[in-house]
């Protein structure tokens, strides 16, 4: 059985939401401050903080790191869950699973995303398996049910099939609360693309696979009942790209959080 190492529970105390449970031990640590950014805004920020802090070392064998999260969002609740990267070292195994379980009028923005490790020690796509499931539930029906896999094969490594991105990620909207939000990164990612890919002249040519690499490179599709969510998904060759396009796309979240993400 699972040892569970730590859960907050937020919930609406004379109208302001508040946390009225909290539980970590090692080497989980969740910190709780009393207030980020604006005072006008009904948000809880909550920092959770792992051994390593995102960063997964060398494995012992063929032993595997793992963590599990598991997420219930209420009524008219919004769920913002925006970590740094994950980031292996060499040999490193890894493994995470999350679940969200959603009301029907409840919202929920997750990040997630992994680097191609230490580049200053000269390794890059180096580990030996990443796994990153991501579930989400709309009542009891599945409505999001996505696995990212990396592992090194036999037949090629796994930085031979990146082509030299050192990033990769995905962002999952879901919720009415974020409709103009998820408008304005498909139009975002849209634009954007439509700038890597074509020259500027009124003939809007396609430029020549032997011009420069684009620095990032992104897609956007919806997914569930009436379009409800939106995916994002992500490679770029510098973790600064990834940084910067979620600060361009995510700021107007500041309404809601009191502060904009990844700033």
């Not at 009891?140 to 490594?157: A, K, N």
């Given at each position: 059985m699972e040892t569970q190492t730590g859960f907050v529970i937020v919930e609406k105390v004379r109208g302001k939401s508040t946390v009225t449970q909290s539980f970590s031990k090692y080497p989980l640590k969740l910190i709780v401050p009393n207030k980020v950014g604006s005072m006008n805004t009904d948000a809880v920020w909550i920092y959770s903080l792992t051994y390593?802090?995102?960063?997964?070392?060398?494995?012992?064998?063929?032993?595997?790191?793992?963590?599990?999260?598991?997420?219930?969002?209420?009524?008219?609740?919004?769920?913002?869950?925006?970590?740094?990267?994950?980031?292996?070292?060499?040999?490193?195994?890894?493994?995470?699973?999350?679940?969200?379980?959603?009301?029907?009028?409840?919202?929920?923005?997750?990040?997630?995303?992994?680097?191609?490790?230490?580049?200053?020690?000269?390794?890059?796509?180096?580990?030996?398996?990443?796994?990153?499931?991501?579930?989400?539930?709309?009542?009891?029906?599945?409505?999001?049910?996505?696995?990212?896999?990396?592992?090194?094969?036999?037949?090629?490594?796994?930085?031979?099939?990146?082509?030299?991105?050192?990033?990769?990620?995905?962002?999952?909207?879901?919720?009415?609360?974020?409709?103009?939000?998820q408008s304005q990164i498909q139009e975002g990612v849209k634009r954007m693309m439509h700038e890597q890919f074509y020259t500027p002249s009124t003939l809007g040519k396609r430029k020549t696979s032997g011009q420069t690499k684009p620095n990032i490179i992104a897609s956007c599709s919806t997914f569930g009942p009436k379009g409800i969510g939106v995916v994002v998904r992500i490679s770029a060759i510098t973790t600064e790209s990834v940084y910067k396009f979620l600060r361009l796309h995510l700021t107007s979240m500041e309404s809601l959080l009191g502060a904009p993400p990844y700033h």
């Open positions: 390593g802090g995102g960063i997964v070392y060398k494995s012992v064998g063929f032993k595997c790191s793992e963590q599990n999260l598991e997420a219930k969002i209420g009524s008219n609740a919004l769920l913002v869950l925006i970590p740094d990267p994950v980031t292996c070292f060499s040999t490193a195994r890894y493994s995470q699973k999350q679940v969200f379980r959603m009301a029907s009028d409840s919202s929920l923005i997750i990040v997630d995303w992994i680097t191609s490790g230490r580049h200053e020690s000269g390794e890059v796509w180096d580990f030996k398996h990443y796994k990153s499931t991501n579930h989400i539930f709309l009542g009891e029906q599945p409505l999001f049910l996505d696995s990212v896999l990396l592992e090194d094969g036999c037949i090629s490594s796994i930085a031979e099939r990146m082509h030299n991105y050192q990033v990769i990620a995905m962002v999952i909207l879901v919720g009415d609360k974020l409709k103009q939000i």
